[in-house]
C-alpha cells in the first residue's frame, strides 16, 4: 500500500491552481504560434498577437493569463493500492482546501467567481469554492489529478444533444458552432464526448479537454481509427467556417478537436460539446506517497516571439471629451486606442441599474455620453493600480443595452465577441458604438489602466462599478453608429474566401 498524505494533496491542488493561473501549457501555445504563422486575417492575426504577447506577460509576472481565473474542474484518479495518512477529509473537501489556498494567496489572489444558491441569491462564496471533482478508483498505488481552471465564457457555450443513432455527429457540430458566438474565445479546443448516458458524455467531453493538443501528429500520420477520422472531419468543417479568431473572421477557428467515448443504448446517442477558450488551463500530476507534486516551470523562451503592435492608422481617442458626433466617422473593423476615464459593469451592475431605472431613482453614476465595459477585474497586487481586467462575453448584456442607451445615456460599449440583433439594432437606432477587447489578453489589458476606483455597488465585489483611468487601451470597432457588424461581415468574407481556395485546392 501507498501511503499519500493529506497536506501533500492539499498542497498540490494549491500549487497548480497557482500554476495554471498564469502558465499556459506549452501544447497548446504552439498551436496557437502556429496559427498565428499562417493566418492571413489582418484582425485575426492581431488578435492572437494579443493573446500571446498577454501569455508571455502572465508567465513573466505571475499574474493571472485571463481575468476570468475559471471554476475548478478535477479529475482524481485513487490508485486501489492508496490509503491516506489521515482520514478526516474527503477527496472534495481536500480539493477544496487546495482550491481556497491557491485562489487567497496574496501575492497572486485570484478571482473568485462561484456563487452559492444558484437559483435563488447567488451569493459569492467568497474563495472559488466549491470544485467540481470527478473521482475514478482504478487498479495501482498512485494518485492521478488532472485539474482545470474553466472560464465561464466558453463553460456557457456548451451544448448537448440526444441525437439519433443515424445522425452525423460531424453534421451536428458544423451547425451548432455558428450559433454559439464568439463569446468562447477563440481559437480554442473542441471537447466532445459520445455516448454513455446525457450526463456521463458530458463528463468525456470536460475531461477530454485535458489532453496535448496533437491533431496535427494526427494529420502526419493519418488516422487509424473511426474516431480520430471524426477528429479530422471536425477539425477541416469547423476551421472552414471561417469564423476565426474571437470572431472576427479568419483561417483557424480551433486548434484541436478531442473525442472521448463510451458505449451507449441502442437507441441512443449522446453527444456532448465543450469548447475551451483562448485561455486554456490545465495541468496534470501524480502522486506516490514520496510528497507533493514538481511542477517544473516552462522557459521563459519557450513562448514564441510574437509582439503585439500598434499600426500607424490606429485612431487615438480621448474619452474625457468625444461626444456623439465624434464616434459616427468610427468605421467597423477600425482599431481604437482609449485613454481618459471608462466606466465599468456587468451583469449584477447592469441588473441593479435596471430596477432603479425602473423605479424612477437616480442613478449612483452619470453616465451620459460615457463608455462602459463590461468587466470583473481580479484584485491587484503590488504597485498594480487593477488586477488582470479583460472583456466578459458582452451578450449577456444585450437585454439592458437599449435601455443603457435611451435611459441611462451611455454612446459607447467595451466588451468581448458579438452582440446579438436585437442589441445591434439598439445600437444603430442610437447611433452608438460597441467595442471589442480581445477576451484571453487581461494582463495586457490591464497594462494600459492607469488609475482605478469603486465608484457604485462596492458590495458587489468584483461587479462593482468601477472608473478605470485608462491609457492607450486597444479596442476594434464591431459595430458602428451605422449598425455594421464585424462579427457578421468577417466570418462571412473568409467562410468564402476558405470554400474559393479550398475549391482551386480540389480539397
Given at each position: 500500500m501507498t501511503t499519500i498524505r493529506q497536506a501533500d494533496f492539499i498542497d498540490s491542488i494549491a500549487d497548480a491552481l497557482q500554476y495554471i493561473s498564469y502558465y499556459h501549457p506549452l501544447d497548446f501555445i504552439k498551436a496557437l504560434?502556429?496559427?498565428?504563422?499562417?493566418?492571413?486575417?489582418?484582425?485575426?492575426?492581431?488578435?492572437?498577437?494579443?493573446?500571446?504577447?498577454?501569455?508571455?506577460?502572465?508567465?513573466?509576472?505571475?499574474?493571472?493569463?485571463?481575468?476570468?481565473?475559471?471554476?475548478?474542474?478535477?479529475?482524481?484518479?485513487?490508485?486501489?493500492?492508496?490509503?491516506?495518512?489521515?482520514t478526516d477529509l474527503t477527496v472534495q473537501q481536500m480539493v477544496d482546501e487546495g482550491t481556497r489556498r491557491a485562489y487567497n494567496n496574496p501575492d497572486n489572489p485570484l478571482r473568485a467567481s462561484i456563487v452559492a444558491d444558484p437559483a435563488g441569491a447567488r451569493k459569492n462564496t467568497g474563495d472559488n469554492t466549491p470544485a467540481v471533482v470527478h473521482i475514478d478508483m482504478v487498479a495501482g498505488n498512485e494518485i492521478e489529478v488532472m485539474i482545470a481552471a474553466k472560464g465561464g465564457g466558453s463553460e456557457n457555450k456548451s451544448k448537448m444533444a440526444m441525437l439519433n443513432p443515424s445522425d452525423s455527429i460531424a453534421d451536428w457540430i458544423v451547425e451548432t458552432l455558428p450559433k454559439m458566438g464568439a463569446g468562447w474565445c477563440p481559437p480554442g479546443m473542441l471537447g466532445i464526448g459520445i455516448g454513455g448516458t446525457a450526463e456521463k458524455s458530458a463528463v468525456l467531453a470536460k475531461e477530454s479537454l485535458m489532453e496535448s493538443v496533437d491533431i496535427h501528429e494526427l494529420i502526419e500520420r493519418g488516422p487509424q481509427n473511426a474516431e480520430e477520422e471524426l477528429r479530422l472531419e471536425i477539425f477541416n468543417r469547423v476551421n472552414a467556417l471561417g469564423i476565426g479568431a474571437q470572431g472576427l473572421g479568419g483561417l483557424t477557428t480551433v486548434l484541436d478537436v478531442k473525442i472521448k467515448s463510451l458505449p451507449t443504448h441502442a437507441a441512443s446517442k449522446p453527444v456532448t460539446l465543450i469548447p475551451n477558450c483562448a485561455a486554456t488551463r490545465h495541468v496534470h500530476f501524480t502522486l506516490d506517497g514520496s510528497g507533493a507534486a514538481d511542477l517544473t516551470p516552462p522557459k521563459l523562451e519557450d513562448w514564441p516571439d510574437v509582439t503585439f503592435e500598434l499600426g500607424d492608422d490606429a485612431r487615438r481617442v480621448n474619452l474625457d471629451e468625444v461626444t456623439k458626433e465624434d464616434i459616427q466617422d468610427w468605421k467597423m473593423g477600425e482599431t481604437v486606442l482609449l485613454s481618459g476615464k471608462l466606466l465599468t459593469g456587468r451583469d449584477a451592475a447592469h441588473k441593479r441599474i435596471k430596477g432603479m431605472l425602473d423605479n424612477g431613482e437616480k442613478l449612483p453614476v452619470d453616465f451620459n455620453n460615457r463608455f462602459i465595459y463590461y468587466v470583473g477585474p481580479v484584485d491587484p497586487v503590488g504597485d498594480e493600480v487593477v488586477g488582470p481586467a479583460g472583456p466578459t462575453t458582452s451578450t449577456r448584456m444585450d437585454k439592458f443595452t437599449d435601455q443603457m442607451l435611451e435611459e441611462a445615456g451611455i454612446i459607447g460599449m467595451v466588451g468581448k465577441a458579438e452582440r446579438?440583433?436585437?442589441?445591434?439594432?439598439?445600437?444603430?437606432?442610437?447611433?452608438?458604438?460597441?467595442?471589442?477587447?480581445?477576451?484571453?489578453?487581461?494582463?495586457?489589458?490591464?497594462?494600459?489602466?492607469?488609475?482605478?476606483?469603486?465608484?457604485?455597488?462596492?458590495?458587489?465585489?468584483?461587479?462593482?462599478?468601477y472608473e478605470f483611468e485608462v491609457e492607450d487601451m486597444p479596442v476594434t470597432v464591431a459595430v458602428d453608429s451605422d449598425g455594421q457588424n464585424a462579427h457578421t461581415q468577417g466570418p462571412a468574407i473568409w467562410k468564402a474566401k476558405i470554400a474559393d481556395l479550398n475549391e482551386k485546392l480540389g480539397a
Amino acid at each position: 500500500m501507498t501511503t499519500i498524505r493529506q497536506a501533500d494533496f492539499i498542497d498540490s491542488i494549491a500549487d497548480a491552481l497557482q500554476y495554471i493561473s498564469y502558465y499556459h501549457p506549452l501544447d497548446f501555445i504552439k498551436a496557437l504560434d502556429e496559427a498565428y504563422q499562417r493566418e492571413e486575417s489582418e484582425a485575426a492575426k492581431n488578435a492572437i498577437a494579443q493573446v500571446l504577447t498577454n501569455s508571455r506577460m502572465s508567465a513573466q509576472g505571475h499574474r493571472p493569463i485571463c481575468q476570468d481565473t475559471g471554476i475548478v474542474t478535477c479529475f482524481v484518479k485513487v490508485g486501489m493500492g492508496v490509503q491516506w495518512d489521515k482520514t478526516d477529509l474527503t477527496v472534495q473537501q481536500m480539493v477544496d482546501e487546495g482550491t481556497r489556498r491557491a485562489y487567497n494567496n496574496p501575492d497572486n489572489p485570484l478571482r473568485a467567481s462561484i456563487v452559492a444558491d444558484p437559483a435563488g441569491a447567488r451569493k459569492n462564496t467568497g474563495d472559488n469554492t466549491p470544485a467540481v471533482v470527478h473521482i475514478d478508483m482504478v487498479a495501482g498505488n498512485e494518485i492521478e489529478v488532472m485539474i482545470a481552471a474553466k472560464g465561464g465564457g466558453s463553460e456557457n457555450k456548451s451544448k448537448m444533444a440526444m441525437l439519433n443513432p443515424s445522425d452525423s455527429i460531424a453534421d451536428w457540430i458544423v451547425e451548432t458552432l455558428p450559433k454559439m458566438g464568439a463569446g468562447w474565445c477563440p481559437p480554442g479546443m473542441l471537447g466532445i464526448g459520445i455516448g454513455g448516458t446525457a450526463e456521463k458524455s458530458a463528463v468525456l467531453a470536460k475531461e477530454s479537454l485535458m489532453e496535448s493538443v496533437d491533431i496535427h501528429e494526427l494529420i502526419e500520420r493519418g488516422p487509424q481509427n473511426a474516431e480520430e477520422e471524426l477528429r479530422l472531419e471536425i477539425f477541416n468543417r469547423v476551421n472552414a467556417l471561417g469564423i476565426g479568431a474571437q470572431g472576427l473572421g479568419g483561417l483557424t477557428t480551433v486548434l484541436d478537436v478531442k473525442i472521448k467515448s463510451l458505449p451507449t443504448h441502442a437507441a441512443s446517442k449522446p453527444v456532448t460539446l465543450i469548447p475551451n477558450c483562448a485561455a486554456t488551463r490545465h495541468v496534470h500530476f501524480t502522486l506516490d506517497g514520496s510528497g507533493a507534486a514538481d511542477l517544473t516551470p516552462p522557459k521563459l523562451e519557450d513562448w514564441p516571439d510574437v509582439t503585439f503592435e500598434l499600426g500607424d492608422d490606429a485612431r487615438r481617442v480621448n474619452l474625457d471629451e468625444v461626444t456623439k458626433e465624434d464616434i459616427q466617422d468610427w468605421k467597423m473593423g477600425e482599431t481604437v486606442l482609449l485613454s481618459g476615464k471608462l466606466l465599468t459593469g456587468r451583469d449584477a451592475a447592469h441588473k441593479r441599474i435596471k430596477g432603479m431605472l425602473d423605479n424612477g431613482e437616480k442613478l449612483p453614476v452619470d453616465f451620459n455620453n460615457r463608455f462602459i465595459y463590461y468587466v470583473g477585474p481580479v484584485d491587484p497586487v503590488g504597485d498594480e493600480v487593477v488586477g488582470p481586467a479583460g472583456p466578459t462575453t458582452s451578450t449577456r448584456m444585450d437585454k439592458f443595452t437599449d435601455q443603457m442607451l435611451e435611459e441611462a445615456g451611455i454612446i459607447g460599449m467595451v466588451g468581448k465577441a458579438e452582440r446579438g440583433p436585437e442589441a445591434v439594432e439598439s445600437i444603430r437606432k442610437h447611433k452608438a458604438v460597441y467595442l471589442m477587447a480581445v477576451g484571453g489578453a487581461a494582463y495586457l489589458v490591464a497594462k494600459a489602466i492607469k488609475k482605478s476606483r469603486v465608484v457604485a455597488f462596492e458590495d458587489l465585489g468584483m461587479e462593482a462599478i468601477y472608473e478605470f483611468e485608462v491609457e492607450d487601451m486597444p479596442v476594434t470597432v464591431a459595430v458602428d453608429s451605422d449598425g455594421q457588424n464585424a462579427h457578421t461581415q468577417g466570418p462571412a468574407i473568409w467562410k468564402a474566401k476558405i470554400a474559393d481556395l479550398n475549391e482551386k485546392l480540389g480539397a
